[in-house]
């Protein structure tokens, strides 16, 4: 069986596999919701919670312990382009067949679910899961306008999901234009007077990867008075597999924006 990954990448298996190690937790969460239980996962794996203490860990995304990985001698590899180390994923490559996901919209991880789920002989489950996402977001309130968001992901220095990413998608789902829409860096480090710049209607300040609290939100508002800012959950912004099921019923009940 020949199967082409989302970075245009060709794998070929003998068979449907069954000894899977998962690279990221999006896949990783999606591999539990087909009912495959991977081998190992990364310590970020953190869904669904109630596997993850007895899981076996081969490191973190950006830092996998391929003796780890190989010693284990999986049958499939499921990364993702952003989220891991392409030397790292090179040198996975030499020996096992790795699959790659590459997302950037609603549809790239439909997509991504639905090819998983061929690959692992789970396309009904796949589909369904699909079908239960699209109809979860069909559900969201459609804003009449579209208020200017900063969506923040770090602090010192702050940095902020820019355009072409998955966070943009999501926002635009949740009714704001993304003021860094004409920015040509995906993540870029902003400074106060860029922000204030920027002027925002919005600012979300994300639970992930950098841990926003609210006195991170009282620092923000002392600088911008005017400007409605609100803690988020990142998981839900970020994450592009089973966990997209809440994300979308998280979104419908927030105000409007």
Request: glycine share 4%.
């Amino acid at each position: 069986m020949i199967f082409i990954d989302q970075t245009g990448y060709k794998i070929t298996l003998d068979r449907h596999p069954q000894r899977i190690v998962s690279l990221v937790p999006s896949q990783t969460e999606l591999l539990y919701c087909l009912v495959i239980k991977p081998i190992a996962q990364t310590i970020f794996c953190v869904h669904p919670n109630r596997y993850f203490k007895e899981s076996d860990k081969i490191g973190g995304t950006k830092k996998l312990s391929l003796t780890k990985i190989k010693r284990l001698k999986p049958d499939l590899i499921i990364g993702n382009k952003e989220e891991n180390q392409k030397e790292q994923i090179e040198q996975l490559r030499k020996e096992f067949p790795v699959w790659l996901s590459d997302i950037y919209t609603l549809e790239d991880s439909y997509d991504m679910i639905n090819q998983v789920g061929t690959i692992l002989d789970k396309e009904l489950l796949a589909k369904q899961l699909v079908n239960d996402i699209k109809t979860n977001f069909d559900k969201i309130p459609q804003a009449n306008n579209s208020p200017r968001a900063l969506y923040m992901i770090w602090r010192k220095p702050y940095m902020v999901a820019g355009r072409n990413t998955f966070i943009q998608e999501i926002l635009q789902k949740q009714g704001f234009t993304n003021c860094l829409d004409n920015n040509e860096s995906r993540y870029p480090e902003l400074s106060i007077d860029q922000i204030k710049e920027y002027n925002p209607d919005k600012i979300l300040l994300s639970s992930e990867p950098y841990p926003f609290k609210d006195k991170h939100m009282a620092e923000l508002q002392s600088i911008l008075p005017h400007t409605s800012i609100e803690l988020v959950d990142g998981e839900l912004y970020s994450w592009y597999g089973p966990r997209l099921l809440k994300t979308a019923a998280y979104l419908a009940t927030k105000s409007s924006p």
